[in-house]
Each structure stands twice: as structure tokens, then as C-alpha cells.
């Protein structure tokens, strides 16, 4: 058990046998009343958010997620099969678990952490940089503009990002998957 004085950003809390992880929080001390903490939680399995208030120094569940490599295997349309790096085990996990963010990035035989609880692998974590091909972008032109322009490229995924002008069809670019972001062309 823990208090609202051990809140941080991460850390997950079980609310009625879901698990939520807090986005944010913060300590109120009004001028008249008793102190209290507003959190923001994300549920880990659904995705839904929640705003939730406590008392200052009410007990919560905090429950601790380890992380464990994992390795992407395929897809059967449905199911997304994960390779465990420490059991051999395959993992089946909805494609709502995975999130509709990260499979956009997601490809075969791509390292990913997995968040278990109680010794089931529960969801998972692609990692924030990817490396990916560009399949399909119009040709950049020398010249086309005086400051950096950006063009629409589909990666090897099929997601869809903005690439500076000089970037090529068949070349490897590093991407912030969190952000939708192009960071760098990988020589």
C-alpha cells in the first residue's frame, strides 16, 4: 500500500481490479478545507482517462509492472504474436492492447518491451525511436524552396509521416513514433 505522498508520473495504481498508471497529478492545499491530490490516469489495458481526486495521505494499491524484451512476430489479422526473449512463449495480444498509435510502427521481428503483472504479459511498448524504410514519396526537386520543405512519405508500415525534400523512396529514416516526427536519415 502507498499514500498519495508516494504519487509520481508512471506509477500505477488498481481502482476497482483495473490498473490505471498516473499521467499527472497534483498536491492542493486550499486556504480553508483539508489538503487533497488531483490525478490524471490512464488505464493500461483500455486506454481510457480518468480524472480522480484524493485526500492528502489516502491509501491506494500500487501494483509494480515489470518490463520484459519481447519480439514481434507476426500478425494472424486479429491477434498480434509477441515472442517472449526470456520464456520462448508466444503471446497473443489484441490489436486495441497494442494501440492503434503504435501498430502504425510496428513491424516484423521489432524488439518491444512487454508489461507484465502477476506473470502474464498484459500489454506492450514499442520503442520511442524507429527505423523504418520510405516506400512511396514524390521525387524532391533541388532547389524547390529556400528554407527546408517538407513532403508526405509512406513507410514500410504504410503510416504516413512528413520528410524533408531530400529523402528518397528506398531510404531509412528514424522516426519519433510518439510525435509522428521524422528525426534523421540513417546512413
Known amino acids: 500500500m502507498a499514500t498519495t505522498a508516494d504519487f509520481r508520473n508512471g506509477m500505477v495504481l488498481e481502482i476497482d481490479g483495473d490498473l490505471w498508471t498516473i499521467i499527472y497529478f497534483q498536491h492542493v492545499k486550499p486556504g480553508k478545507g483539508g489538503a487533497f491530490v488531483r490525478t490524471k ?54 490489436g486495441e492492447l497494442v494501440g492503434k498509435d503504435q501498430l502504425k510502427y510496428l513491424k516484423e521481428n521489432m524488439e518491444c518491451e512487454g508489461l507484465v503483472h502477476e506473470d502474464r504479459v498484459i500489454s ?20 524547390d524552396t529556400a528554407q527546408g520543405g517538407s513532403k508526405p512519405a509512406t ?20 522516426v519519433d513514433r510518439r510525435e509522428d516526427k521524422y528525426l534523421e536519415r540513417v546512413k
Open 124 to 143: 506492450v511498448e514499442l520503442p520511442p525511436f524507429v527505423e523504418l524504410e520510405v516506400t512511396e514519396t514524390d521525387p524532391g526537386l533541388k532547389g
Open 41 to 94: 490516469l490512464k488505464n493500461v489495458l483500455g486506454g481510457q482517462v480518468l480524472d480522480k481526486t484524493y485526500r492528502a495521505g489516502e491509501k491506494v494499491k500500487d501494483v509494480r509492472l515489470l518490463r520484459r524484451p519481447v519480439n514481434y512476430s507476426y500478425s494472424d489479422g486479429q491477434l498480434y504474436h509477441f515472442m517472449d526473449k526470456e520464456t520462448f512463449e508466444m503471446i497473443p495480444i489484441s
Open 155 to 174: 513507410l514500410e508500415t504504410g503510416a504516413v509521416i512528413q520528410v524533408p525534400l531530400f529523402i528518397d523512396e528506398g531510404d531509412v529514416v528514424r
